[in-house]
């Protein structure tokens, strides 16, 4: 498989035990050290779906980043850790474990926008510094509290009086041990996530291919057959097709007149194709198609 003919998504189980940027660095040498990029970053201990972009589908990556994300979740009730996971170190517990109904009243305080403090264990940045690092060297330091929204929060398995399950999907920003932590303390108690895995990611595909199927189809030409079209990730984009004139202009980054085009609402996206390949994104105006970014190109 030659490399400059990689184009595409991969929607990646990432295993438990490995950093995204490690994975993302299995994917790259398993297709020829090509371009390639994440969204959404997972902690080493949590799974699931992570999209990894191949090629020109990096210039797409920022169409994803503010999709909602789906998680199922476990906690354990009555231990607090400094970073609000099985990683870090138990800095407090205490004997308060919230029953059924407590716990499903909480939920209720937390449906839609709150404000919600980042964990300090976080890939947030301080002044260009991860904030992990800083919280690993015990440098003190306070992240601004963010508006999240939460769509669903579901107790869903009641497991013991001291563990629950829960599924959330929470719009892009979300920290899901920050919430467990928030659901916690109105409670009266503490709370750790013993384990975290991300389900679902906006309106894309939840078939799922894993890292070690991937290993398995190396020097195969079924490898080609994992990668997924760059314009999945466009949901209900309006698209226009480009003659030969057409494309010229958008090559040399000027827009282009669309008196013909049957689109939706202005300035949404829009998916510039020629020869049956997208080949811009840009957005429509007055009848004119403003490419703002090229691809496969």
């Not at 300090?120 to 508006?147: E, H, M, P, Q, T």
């Amino acid at each position: 498989m030659k490399k400059n003919n990689i184009n595409g998504w991969i929607f990646l189980d990432k295993p438990i035990g490995i950093s995204s940027n490690a994975v993302l660095q299995k994917i790259r040498k398993i297709f020829n050290f090509c371009k390639a990029g994440y969204v959404g970053t997972l902690d080493p201990l949590a799974s699931g779906f992570l999209p990894i972009a191949l090629g020109d589908a990096t210039k797409t990556i920022k169409y994803l980043e503010n999709k909602n994300k789906e998680y199922v979740f476990e906690v354990e009730w009555g231990v607090k850790t400094n970073s609000a996971d099985v990683e870090g170190k138990i800095e407090k517990t205490i004997k308060i474990f919230p029953n059924k109904k407590m716990i499903n009243n909480s939920i209720l305080k937390f449906k839609g926008e709150y404000l919600q403090e980042p964990q300090k264990f976080s890939s947030k940045k301080i002044n260009g510094v991860r904030a992990y690092k800083l919280a690993r060297k015990n440098v003190k330091f306070n992240l601004d509290k963010k508006r999240v929204s939460i769509l669903d929060l579901k107790l869903t398995d009641f497991l013991s009086k001291e563990r629950s399950r829960f599924y959330v999907n929470c719009s892009s920003g979300t920290y899901v041990r920050s919430l467990a932590e928030d659901i916690a303390s109105y409670n009266g108690t503490y709370a750790t996530v013993t384990s975290l895995r991300r389900i679902g990611f906006g309106n894309l595909n939840k078939k799922l291919i894993s890292l070690d199927y991937l290993l398995t189809l190396v020097h195969s030409d079924d490898l080609i057959n994992v990668i997924k079209p760059v314009n999945l990730v466009f949901e209900n984009a309006n698209e226009i097709i480009l003659d030969e004139k057409a494309i010229t202009h958008i090559l040399n980054g000027r827009s282009v007149k669309m008196s013909n085009a049957k689109v939706g609402k202005e300035k949404e996206l829009t998916l510039a194709k020629f020869k049956n390949e997208i080949v811009a994104v840009g957005y429509l105006q007055n009848d004119n198609f403003y490419p703002k970014r090229l691809l496969n190109v």
